[in-house]
């Protein structure tokens, strides 16, 4: 712990020291931080922080989305409402609207850290408003939405359930919240995170990033922050790699997205969140390419590997009376 702070000590003086030194650089990436978050985050996230909140709190769901979340994603009971926000709230929705069902006690801890494996996800309003936009062929949109929401599937099959809560939804009564005020505070925090990333990025474009390869800078801009590295995207010339690149960063998320998703889920571990995202790469990387090249060698190759991963995953399991 000592050590632990002493590097916390030694990585704040420098980023002291860079923000005085370099002060223009700091003021520009902060400037276009806001402008992204102005322009496109903002747009796109907060309207669904609220209706999420909103659905959230509404304890009857129908019996085919019912069906739908417990058989296909593999949502426990009680959980239905989770489905929307999950698969089409975007980053980190998701997994605020996780983290909002198990802080009303409507999902055990070990549950909720589960669900993160597969239940944050890019939204279609940022992929089709952001990525899709460098992509001229206006079915590519959807084809990296098919092969995003698989991998998240794929990765709630692979992450089974490791306890019975059958009981899930009946252990408390849902708590009223100033859903507004909520909302509010999650977006703050989102945007918080990503100004700070892009500020970080002007740093080192103006350091270190101007030695790299045009592809492999993109690739780790949009490993950090994932709305700036879809920005750039369209400065890979070949549209494969083009196309698999930005398959992958969906799936990551970057390391901006963790960092978003350990603000809102204060006390759940992201050890399954970590897992999940692995898996959610693996996928798409191999479907991506599968599409590109019009082959379908490396899906079957994967196939039959399916089987012993979620076997794997699902070896100890505990029961939640």
């Known amino acids: 712990m000592t050590q632990r702070r002493r590097l916390t000590g030694i990585f704040s003086a420098l980023g002291f ?5 370099d002060s223009k650089t700091a003021i520009s990436g902060a400037a276009d931080g806001v402008e992204l978050c102005l322009r496109t985050v903002i747009p796109a996230l907060f309207p669904f922080f609220v209706v999420s ?7 009857n769901t129908s019996p085919t989305l019912h069906k739908l979340s417990l058989r296909v994603v593999g949502l426990p009971n009680g959980a239905d409402s989770l489905l929307l926000p999950c698969f089409l709230g975007g980053y980190p ?8 069902m198990y802080a009303n006690g409507r999902i055990p801890k070990q549950e909720a850290e589960r669900l993160l494996a597969f239940c944050n996800n890019a939204g279609p309003a940022f992929l089709f408003g952001m990525a899709g936009q460098v992509f001229q062929a206006k079915s590519t949109p959807w084809i990296l939405w098919a092969i995003h929401i698989i991998g998240a599937l794929t990765a709630a099959r692979c992450v089974p359930a490791t306890i019975s809560c059958t009981d899930c ?4 009564p849902i708590r009223r919240e100033n859903l507004m005020r909520k909302a509010i505070a999650t977006m703050g925090t989102v945007c918080g995170w990503i100004v700070l990333f892009r500020v970080l990025i002007a740093f080192l474009d103006r350091w ?19 709305s700036n590295g879809c920005c750039e995207l369209e400065k890979i010339a070949d549209p494969s790699a083009r196309f698999i690149l930005c398959s992958v960063m969906l799936a990551a998320g970057g390391i901006c997205v963790t960092a978003q998703t350990n603000s809102v889920t204060p006390g759940l571990s992201l050890r399954c969140y970590g897992l999940g995202k692995m898996i959610q790469i693996a996928v ?18 994967f196939l039959p590997l399916l089987p012993l991963v979620k076997k794997s995953a699902g070896k100890k399991k505990v029961s939640v009376v």
Not at 53 to 59: F, I
Not at 169 to 172: E, F, Q
Not at 209 to 226: D, K, N, S, T, Y
């Open 169 to 172: 939804g009946d252990r408390l």
């Open 53 to 59: 909140s909103v659905l959230l709190q509404c304890e």
């Open 284 to 301: 798409s990387l191999m479907l991506s390419f599968c599409v590109t090249h019009k082959t379908v060698l490396p899906l079957a190759l």
């Open 93 to 100: 929705v998701g997994a605020q609207s996780v983290y909002q």
């Open 17 to 21: 020291l860079m923000l005085i030194l």
């Open 208 to 226: 270190f990033f101007w030695l790299l390869p045009q592809g492999v800078r993109i690739a780790f801009v949009g490993l950090l922050e994932l």
